[in-house]
């Protein structure tokens, strides 16, 4: 039974680009939820998904945008790259309604941008 | 914005000592509680999670939640040099659609 995925590990890109991160959730799991995790810090919430909608989102700004498919996959999409944009960015699937007890993470993808 | 507060350490303890890492939290209202450990350049692995006011003991990890103080902790007993690692502290939020995280505690155990 494969995780949580998501591609690709790492990343760099230059400010001012575009990047797409992609999740495949944990099977069974219909929820996936996307964290940012600077150097140091602890993960911070970016918003989750749920039957293809945008259920909850934290604090940033629309640069931030996402997707969730019918496989309840999903990308986040992130425009105009700054350099504060570079972290370890999470994404964990979960069942709803379990109240993030089965939630898992992925391994990250590592985003560089210079 | 609900806050997560932890010591970011790091914090040293021999091999076959008793680890104590602690978590408080701001919202009163809060209702679940989760331990990750994360180790470096990886994901965060969860622990154990916790709701009710005790302790909840699962191998050598024991967590203790006192909701009238707003204080989670975890234990680690006979801590080996692989539990060196950081510890996240979690606070669900009341939707239970998210976590609020704090900035981890760095465990290192020395052989």
């Known amino acids: 039974d494969a995780g949580v995925t998501q591609s690709p590990t790492h990343l760099i890109k230059t400010r001012g680009q575009q990047v797409t991160l992609r999740c495949s959730p944990k099977s069974g799991h219909d929820t996936v939820s996307w964290y940012q995790q600077a150097l140091g810090q602890g993960p911070q919430f970016i918003f989750q998904y749920y039957e293809e909608e945008e259920r909850q989102r934290g604090n940033f700004p629309d640069r931030f945008s996402g997707h969730q498919f019918p496989n309840y996959s999903s990308e986040l999409n992130v425009n105009a790259l700054l350099l504060g944009d570079s972290a370890l960015y999470l994404c964990?699937?979960?069942?709803?309604?379990?109240?993030?007890?089965?939630?898992?993470f992925g391994q990250g993808t590592r985003l560089t941008v210079v | 914005q609900k806050e997560v507060e932890q010591n970011s350490g790091p914090l040293s303890v021999p091999e076959g000592a008793i680890a104590s890492l602690n978590c408080t939290y701001s919202?009163?209202?809060?209702?679940?509680f989760f331990w990750y450990r994360q180790y470096s350049g990886k994901s965060p692995e969860l622990i154990m999670f916790i709701y009710s006011n005790g302790d909840k003991e699962d191998g050598r990890f024991t967590a203790q939640l006192n909701k009238a103080s707003q204080y989670v902790s975890l234990l680690i007993r006979d801590s080996q040099p692989s539990d060196s690692a950081t510890y996240l502290c979690a606070v669900n939020s009341d939707t239970g659609n998210q976590f609020y995280f704090g900035t981890g505690t760095s465990l290192t155990v020395i052989p």
């Open positions: 919202d009163r209202g809060s209702q679940s």
């Open positions: 964990a699937s979960s069942l709803a309604g379990s109240g993030n007890t089965e939630a898992f």
